[in-house]
């Protein structure tokens, strides 16, 4: 049976049922005029679209036909195989008064396109030229005045040209100014198969210099591309340097000799870009970094294959974090189908999916929990959004000083009922900037204090930040705060560490991280200078923790976050089975309300007062009223 043939039986077979596509995000419209193997390159804006991660490459598009069937497919990734190298036969060598002539042919079969000359010699640099011939006798020059080195880790010793099925091959080099060079042998490169590449327009978003490196991030326009090669643009005359992108690694140079110059500023790179940015790292050593005009990026089309049964408006849609990996008969037959013959079709523009909802990118999991009875609750805020789905809001810090720690006590409430939810904490954190007050201590006149203005009391915080003009010191820090509780005023220590700055050492910003939290709206720094002069501290900053909530609704109902209840029981939601699917849906972002108290208000425990517990107030005054009747019952009774 014929491949495509093979190919038609098996879409017939497994052609999948009418499904609903209201979680894809992006849909293209492609019009196909006669049924037979089609062939579709994909956009860059459909790629761009596709958000799955790990497993093959877009696995969430889908090609639907007018009748609305999901329809097997393959994406015929190019085949990025790394040619053979193969040694060259016949090599002989020939000396003449000026020059040194190499002579190689090449295995029998297949067409060839770069010669690498073998040799243990160093420090060279020779003009050459090759040439080719079919008979060893008639011969053709495939290049001239090329530029042969090694010197200074620098080495250039291929020559590259069109693909040819050439037998023969002679180089001559230039022996004239230098002496001539051993050279042990040559190998071939066996031609690759076809990969076709479109240029793609790039812009340079940001250039950094750090640690002898270059960092260019490359913006590509939309993520998902297959990169083929990278050139880099420069007017520098004379430089080597060595480059990464991605996993592709390469030695970029430009030499001059003798009027003659030789380069190579290509990367030859071939992987898949998964974002939208790609960042290009040059190690310039001790040396200068290079001046950058421009980079030019080449992309390899990314075709889609499929049988079309009939003729009509048929749907591809992609950009689904939830879709499955299909699994298709037809993937047996990928290498033979990508070179089948089929009509290539155009497309339409690609576009939202107007049937798109975020409700369907989640999970169905139930939208509604078991009652709940917040009276015990201290505080709720609103939950402000706009449209249904998965919700995503991120916690204020006056939300985490008032809820618990491990945010047990956290509760999404909708008409007495809890929604389950899910506390995603992805390590990142806000940065806000201070008031910090130096405080003179006339009873210790060598230490430096300083007072640090929290926000509010209980600030979540987990580390501060300073910055210090001093050019260089060695000190011990101190973090501490002043809390009177019922048991009276005490100190409590929040951190110590050390902070020094070296000389030549760049002025940098020092990160303290306290042991936990500060309770009190003022927290007090502080470090003995001794014998050295006082420590400068111009500017403070606190960080708090980034902590979002998950959770869904099929409407846009009012919803209330409560929280500050101690006493509140840890929750068990089965939604943590899922929490990979639901990070990933696509999310509605909401805000929060302000704040409200609930009927379980009262003091926060944590908050620092100056005032004792009534309680223990009048406990005092009922032991001081026994007390002095017990000494009033001891004291001897008056004589008359």
């Not at 250039?156 to 100014?177: G, Y």
């Not at 490169?189 to 812009?203: G, N, S, Y």
């Not at 992309?299 to 939830?322: C, K, M, S, T």
């Not at 919700?391 to 985490?400: D, G, N, R």
Request: glycine share 6%; aromatic share 8%.
């Amino acid at each position: 049976m014929k491949p495509h043939l093979l190919f038609i039986a098996l879409c017939v077979s497994s052609v999948a049922g009418a499904a609903d596509f209201a979680a894809w995000t992006h849909r293209q419209t492609v019009r196909i005029a006669q049924p037979g193997l089609t062939r579709i390159e994909l956009e860059p804006e459909l790629l761009d679209a596709s958000r799955t991660k790990g497993g093959t490459a877009f696995h969430d598009l889908r090609i639907v036909s007018p009748t609305g069937k999901a329809m097997p497919y393959i994406i015929a990734l190019p085949r990025i195989i790394r040619p053979e190298m193969v040694d060259a036969g016949g090599f002989k060598t020939t000396l003449t008064s000026s020059t040194t002539v190499l002579e190689f042919q090449t295995p029998a079969g297949g067409t060839i396109t770069e010669v690498m000359l073998q040799t243990n010699a160093t420090g060279f640099i020779k003009s050459a030229t090759l040439e080719g011939s079919n008979d060893g006798s008639q011969w053709q020059t495939l290049a001239s005045n090329e530029l042969i080195c090694r010197q200074n880790g620098t080495e250039r010793l291929r020559f590259t040209f069109a693909s040819s099925a050439l037998a023969h091959f002679r180089v001559t080099l230039d022996d004239a100014r230098s002496r001539p060079v051993v050279f042990t042998g040559a190998r071939v490169r066996r031609d690759l198969p076809e990969l076709r590449t479109l240029a793609k327009p790039v812009m340079i978003r940001d250039r950094t210099e750090a640690a002898g490196e270059t960092h260019l991030k490359i913006d590509l326009g939309s993520a998902n591309l297959l990169i083929g090669n990278i050139r880099v643009h420069t007017p520098e005359s004379v430089f080597q340097r060595e480059a990464s992108l991605l996993d592709a690694h390469a030695t970029l140079f430009r030499l001059q000799h003798e009027g003659r110059s030789g380069e190579d500023l290509d990367m030859a790179v071939h992987q898949l870009a998964t974002a939208r940015e790609i960042e290009l790292v040059i190690r310039n050593g001790d040396s200068p970094p290079l001046k950058i005009d421009g980079i030019e990026v080449t992309r390899h089309p990314l075709p889609v294959v499929f049988q079309a049964d009939a003729v009509g408006e048929w749907q591809l849609y992609i950009g689904n974090a939830q879709a499955a990996e299909p699994s298709y008969d037809i993937s047996a037959f990928g290498d033979k189908l990508r070179d089948a013959s089929a009509q290539s079709v155009m497309a339409s523009a690609v576009g939202a999916n107007p049937d798109f909802s975020k409700t369907a990118t989640a999970p169905e999991v139930g939208d509604v929990g078991p009652v709940i009875d917040v009276s015990p609750w201290s505080f709720q805020r609103e939950v402000q959004f706009k449209e249904a789905g998965v919700i995503v809001v991120e916690l204020a810090p006056e939300v985490l000083a008032r809820a618990a720690n491990d945010l047990h006590d956290v509760r999404v409430v909708r008409d007495g009922h809890q929604i389950p939810f899910l506390a995603n904490k992805p390590g990142s954190q806000h940065e806000v900037e201070v008031a910090i007050v130096e405080v003179t201590d006339p009873q210790a006149p060598t230490w430096s204090k300083w007072d640090v203005e929290m926000p509010f009391a209980n600030y979540p915080t987990s580390e501060l930040l300073l910055d210090s003009p001093t050019p260089l010191f060695a000190r011990t820090l101190t973090v501490s705060e002043q809390l009177e509780t019922e048991k009276g005023h005490f100190e409590r220590i929040l951190s110590n560490a050390n902070w020094q700055r070296q000389p030549g050492q760049l002025v940098s910003t020092f990160h303290l991280s306290l042991y936990t939290a500060p309770r009190a709206a003022s927290i007090r720094l502080a470090t003995d200078n001794g014998d050295n002069p006082r420590l400068q501290i111009t500017s403070a900053r606190v960080l708090y923790p980034v902590v979002r909530l998950l959770f869904r609704v099929p409407d846009t109902t009012p919803v209330q976050l409560c929280y500050g209840n101690r006493r509140a029981p840890y929750t068990r939601y089965d939604l943590q089975f899922v929490r990979k699917e639901f990070e990933n849906a696509t999310q509605v972002a909401a805000t929060l309300g302000d704040e409200e108290k609930l009927p379980g208000y009262e003091a926060d425990p944590r908050q620092p007062s100056g005032k004792g517990s009534p309680w223990l107030w009048a406990a005092l005054a009922l032991v001081v009223g026994a007390l002095l009747w017990v000494v009033a019952k001891m004291l001897p009774k008056k004589v008359e």
